[in-house]
C-alpha cells in the first residue's frame, strides 16, 4: 500500500515537473511577441513597410466583418486589419462575385493591426497585402459559432494527388481566375493539387495560371499576395515569377506529396545533420519605433 503511494507521488511530481518545464519553455516565446498584444492601428499614412514575411504597417484599416458578398470568419483572432489597398480588393473582388450569382465568400486572416509575426499560422501576412479566402461560401448569415469555428471544405488528397470534383466546381476555379486577372494581385497560393487540377483544363487561354503558385499547405483556401502599392516606396516586392504558367513544376510537388511510407522512413533513418542556425530575422528600423509607441 505504502509502495503504491510512493510510486504515485513520483509520476505525480513528475508530470508536474515536465509541467513546469513546458511553461516555462513556452511563455516567454508568446510574451515575446508583442505584436498580437498591439490592439490599434499606428495612425499615420497607410504604408506597409519591409517584406511580406517581415515587416509592418502603418495607417491599417479595419474589414467589416460583413459587407457585400463576404463575411469574416475566425474575428476572435484579431487578423481582420489590412492596407486600405487589401480592404478595397476584397470589397471589391466579393461584390464582383456576388454580383455573379456566387455566395458569400469567407474571409479569413488578413494581418494585424499594425501588421508584425503571428506566434502561430504564417510567416507572411505581416505588411497588411495578404488575405486568405476559403473555398468553401455560405449562403445564409454566419451564426457567431460557426464564424468562430468555421469548418473547411475537405477538398484536396494529398496521398493521392486528387482534388474532390464532388466538392469543387466551376465556381472555384473562377474566384481563383477572376484574381488572378486583377493587376493588383502579385501572387495566389494554392495547394499543388488544385494547381494541378486549373492545369489539366487546358484552357484557351492560360496566362493567369501564371500568378497561381503551388505551396504547402493551402488545401481548402487561397492565399491573394497583392503588389507593393507604389506609393509605399519602404515596401518589398517578391522576385518576379518565371514566365509561363507554371504546370512544368508541378511533377516535383506531385512527389514530395506522394512519397511512400517506406521512403518517408528511409529519410527519418539517416544520420541527423548538424541543424544549420537560423539568422533571426531584424525587422525595418521603422517597425521598432512604430511597435514601441503604444
Not at 17 to 29: E, G, H, R, Y
Not at 89 to 98: D, V, W
Not at 254 to 270: E, G, I, W, Y
Amino acid at each position: 500500500m505504502i509502495v503504491s503511494q510512493l510510486r504515485a507521488l513520483g509520476w505525480q511530481a513528475m508530470l508536474l515537473s515536465l509541467l513546469v518545464c513546458l511553461i516555462l519553455f513556452v511563455a516567454p516565446k508568446l510574451q515575446a511577441n508583442e505584436w498580437e498584444s498591439v490592439e490599434t492601428p499606428y495612425a499615420s499614412h497607410a504604408s506597409a513597410i519591409g517584406g511580406y514575411a517581415n515587416g509592418c504597417l502603418t495607417g491599417a484599416q479595419t474589414l467589416p466583418l460583413d459587407g457585400e458578398g463576404y463575411q469574416v470568419i475566425r474575428p476572435q483572432r484579431q487578423r481582420y486589419y489590412g492596407h486600405p489597398a487589401l480592404i478595397e480588393f476584397i470589397q471589391q473582388f466579393a461584390a464582383s462575385l456576388n454580383r455573379q450569382g456566387s455566395d458569400d465568400i469567407l474571409i479569413a486572416d488578413m494581418s494585424m493591426p499594425r501588421g508584425g509575426n503571428f506566434t502561430y499560422g504564417h510567416s507572411s501576412h505581416q505588411i497588411g497585402l495578404d488575405v486568405d479566402v476559403w473555398f468553401k461560401q455560405a449562403n445564409q448569415p454566419l451564426t457567431s459559432e460557426e464564424r468562430a469555428q468555421p469548418i473547411a471544405l475537405k477538398l484536396v488528397d494529398k496521398k493521392r494527388f486528387a482534388l474532390d470534383t464532388q466538392l469543387w466546381s466551376k465556381l472555384q476555379t473562377q474566384m481563383i481566375k477572376i484574381a488572378a486577372l486583377d493587376e493588383r494581385v502579385a501572387r495566389i497560393f494554392v495547394s499543388p493539387v488544385i494547381k494541378q487540377h486549373l492545369c489539366d483544363l487546358r484552357l484557351e487561354n492560360d496566362t493567369w495560371l501564371n500568378k497561381v503558385r503551388p505551396w504547402w499547405g493551402h488545401t481548402y483556401h487561397m492565399h491573394v499576395r497583392l503588389s507593393c502599392p507604389k506609393d509605399n516606396p519602404l515596401c518589398r516586392d517578391q522576385a518576379s515569377i518565371p514566365v509561363g504558367n507554371g504546370c512544368h513544376e508541378l511533377g516535383w510537388w506531385k512527389r514530395q506529396l506522394t512519397q511512400t511510407q517506406t521512403t518517408q522512413a528511409a529519410k527519418a533513418n539517416k544520420p541527423a545533420s548538424k541543424p544549420k542556425k537560423k539568422k533571426a530575422k531584424v525587422k525595418p528600423e521603422q517597425c521598432s519605433r512604430m511597435i514601441a509607441a503604444k
